[in-house]
Structure formats: C-alpha cells, structure tokens
C-alpha cells in the first residue's frame, strides 16, 4: 500500500508557471505507475499526465501537451508535474495516483488504486 500528499498548488496569473509534487510513503514507489489526474467544478476527473516506473515513458492529455512535463525521482519517492503556460482552464484540483500495474500508463482513473488529497491549482486571467 502507498500513502499519496500533493502540493505545491496555488494561485497563478495566466502564462504563469507551477510545480506540483507528490510525496508517496513506503519503500515500493518504484513499482507503480505514476498519474496525474484534475477535477474542475462540475466536471469528471480527468487525465493530465502519466509516467512509468524507470521514467522512461510518459503520456499526456492533447490539453497540456507542450505545456506540462511529468518527472519522477524514485529515491526520494516523489513525481513532479511541471506546468507552464498555465491558462485559466487548468483550473482545477490535481490529484496524483499510483496503479500497481505492469507499466503500462493507463488514463482512466478506475485503474489507479492509491489517491492523494489533491491540490487546488487557480489560474487568473
């Protein structure tokens, strides 16, 4: 099992940039993949940003592709999401997720067991 904290979240002005972390307990991070996922108000759950175990593949939503840039150091337990050219649209809570699978980066929130919290990201315009 793997206890999710996401932070770095906040208040940006558009074209602005953040950084989001989430720091998993236990000595078994390496062996999931990786998500990040946001939800808006009124809207579903939604894909943002996936990464392997070794880092060496990733997938991203259309939306933030060329903008967001999801990384992983597996000695401190911890993925990153790098957001750039933040637009009022990204407005969101973003959640980071962990799936006990076999590498494959899966966009669908069903297949990820483990969740954090979540952390409010507002874009002004």
């Known amino acids: 099992q793997v206890q999710l904290v996401e932070s770095g979240g906040g208040l940006v002005q558009a074209g602005g940039s953040l950084r989001l972390s989430c720091a998993a307990s236990g000595r078994t991070f390496g062996y999931y993949v990786m998500g990040w996922f946001r939800q808006a108000p009124g809207k579903e759950r939604e894909f943002v940003a996936g990464?392997?175990?070794?880092?060496?593949?990733?997938s991203y939503a259309d939306s933030v592709k060329g903008r967001f840039t999801i990384s992983r150091d597996n000695a401190k337990n911890t993925v990153y999401l790098q957001m750039n050219s933040l637009k009022p649209e990204d407005t969101a809570v973003y959640v980071c997720a962990a799936d006990a699978g076999f590498g494959t980066i899966m966009e669908v929130p069903e297949k990820y067991q483990y969740w954090g919290q979540g952390t409010q990201v507002n874009v002004s315009s």
């Open positions: 990464i392997n175990q070794s880092g060496g593949s990733r």
